[in-house]
């Protein structure tokens, strides 16, 4: 006979088990210290260890003077392939709306120029969206489009279509780069994604290429504990065990 769970790994399995029948939703307030230490008769330094190593698994999240919360299933995004935001949700089954927060056109400084490989001062379309995931924010979309090689850009209306959309009809794609690295929110990024300041972000920095022009460039920074990049490596050839 197996000897029985620690303490806390039982304290763990009740909150997942609770996540698993539905009676605690995404979102919701997950057992406090307190209630656990009521509830199981665990002390509390038992409960603070399970509410803890929930947390390190992705389960809940933990607030300073708020208290502990189920976390938000994480959406998959397919390791450095190029998909749109709305289909990878749909896929994972989960509602998707934008909130284009800027839309101009302007000329670039000498910074965004270069990314363009264009002269300073040339015209592009700087776009700035929050995606959402249900009633979470889950990425900032900074992109900066150049309207010789995607005509319209200017004029879309990114809050009924995706820039990813958008780019595929006026600038089908020719090549692409990523880059892929782990930030902290600052102060503006936080309160965009709801995060708190130093939080653990992912962002991809992408170009993509339309008839051997660069069509944009764009910083898509997700929350990190909302998302993550998924991938299968391709299976070697036969008796290729490398």
Known sequence: MSAPAPLYQQVKQYVLDRIASGDLKPGQRAPSEAEL????????MTANRALNELRDDGVITRRAGSGSFVAQPRAEGALLALRDIAEELADAGAPHRKEVLAHALAPAGAQEAAQFDAPPGAHLV????????????????????DPDVAPGADTADFSRVTTYAFLMQAAPLQDVEHVVRAVNADAALARRLYLAPGAACLEIRRRTWSGGRIASVARLTYAGDRYELTGHPARPPEGDVS
């Open 37 to 44: 230490v009521r509830a199981l008769g665990v002390a509390r």
């Open 126 to 145: 700087h776009v700035v969206i929050r995606h959402w995931r249900g009633e979470t924010p889950l990425l900032i979309e900074d992109r900066l489009i």
